[in-house]
């Protein structure tokens, strides 16, 4: 089996972020585990990755749970690297959120234990959230990696998704320090909306809040403003991370500030055939408002965006026609 750039892992790899990254690596010429969960009540499809250009060839999938860190030793086994993009998700608080930031966390911790076991893994790329930075109950004014966001104003406020982005700053801050103590080189990417295609066959939540005007159902991030970037840039700023001589810490991946009449404008341009509302009455509706994460970090490391708004927004809206979701 060729493996070019050697062999890395991915974790979570049926997900909007993870399967991207896997798309990407095989283009790249990488030879890719990724984990899935196994659900003993029914087979999960993967031929969404089985069927990606060089899969047959560089592609391996293993099964694996958060709830059993142990499961991704097989996995992680022989990698040069590791991306942990695998994450509880409990939007709808079925979960107390103690029990769902227990699970990040040790599932986090237990990768790590095995990259460091494995004595391959040269460095591990964390995909963290934006929910880890944004909400510090003060200002809307861009923020870059310094800012964390106040689990304390969380699990008061309860806005909707607290319990994710609680166990979201909580895990990376546990990842950072589990490097910083036991030397394994670790770096946090943190995007803020990911839009774009996916081939996934869920349609992704990122997705469908950017659209939510087109889709009947009513979405909680209904917005004014939102931080976008598109999931081709974030597949490749974790590979650049991977690849980079030295990078250090967290790393903002935000390409603009989506502003609700500018989306509407491009959507209303490139597809006439959508009923659109209107736009005082989506002003109406709303506002929320997302504060912008600054990205510089990242671009004077030596990162390209390569999509603005309207290839994002493009790009999303022919996968949700494509996918029969509009």
């Known amino acids: 089996m060729e493996e070019s750039k050697g062999r890395v892992c991915v974790t979570g790899g049926t997900g909007f972020i993870g399967s991207w990254i896997i798309k990407v690596l095989l283009e790249d010429g990488y030879s890719v585990n990724t984990t899935i969960r196994s659900y003993p009540e029914h087979v999960k499809d993967v031929s969404f990755l089985t069927n990606l250009p060089g899969a047959s060839q560089r592609l391996q999938i293993l099964n694996a749970d958060l709830n059993d860190p142990e499961s991704f030793k097989e996995a992680i086994e022989g990698c040069i690297g590791v991306f942990h993009v695998a994450t509880p998700v409990d939007f709808e608080e079925k979960e107390p959120e103690e029990i769902v930031t227990k699970r990040s966390i040790d599932g986090a911790l237990g990768i790590l234990k095995a990259c460091l076991t494995s004595k391959t893994v040269k460095r591990v790329v964390y995909t963290s959230s934006s929910s880890a930075v944004a909400f510090i109950g ?14 304390d104003l969380l699990r008061t406020s309860e806005t909707y998704g607290w319990s994710y982005a609680v166990s979201k700053t909580l895990t990376e801050k546990a990842v950072l320090e589990f490097g910083e103590q036991n030397g394994l080189d670790i770096v946090t990417l943190i995007p803020t909306f990911v839009v774009g295609p996916f081939i996934c066959p869920k349609l992704p939540g990122s997705v469908g809040s950017i659209l939510y005007f087109l889709f009947d159902k009513k979405d909680p991030f209904s917005y004014l403003q939102i931080p976008v970037v598109h999931v081709d840039d974030v597949a490749r700023a974790h590979i650049f991370l991977l690849e980079h001589p030295n990078p250090k810490g967290r790393y903002n991946c935000s390409t603009c500030l989506a502003i609700i009449e500018e989306v509407s404008e491009v959507v209303s341009a490139k597809y006439p055939e959508f009923q659109m509302p209107t736009i005082d009455s989506l002003r109406e509706s709303t506002s929320l408002k997302f504060p912008d994460l600054s990205s510089n970090k990242l671009i004077d490391a030596g990162f390209e965006f390569k999509y603005g708004l ?6 999303a809206i022919e996968s949700c026609k494509e996918k029969g979701y509009l």
Do not use: C
């Open 138 to 151: 003060k200002g809307d004014e861009v923020k870059d990696e310094s800012f964390w966001s106040d689990v």
């Open 310 to 315: 309207e290839e994002m927004l493009v790009d």
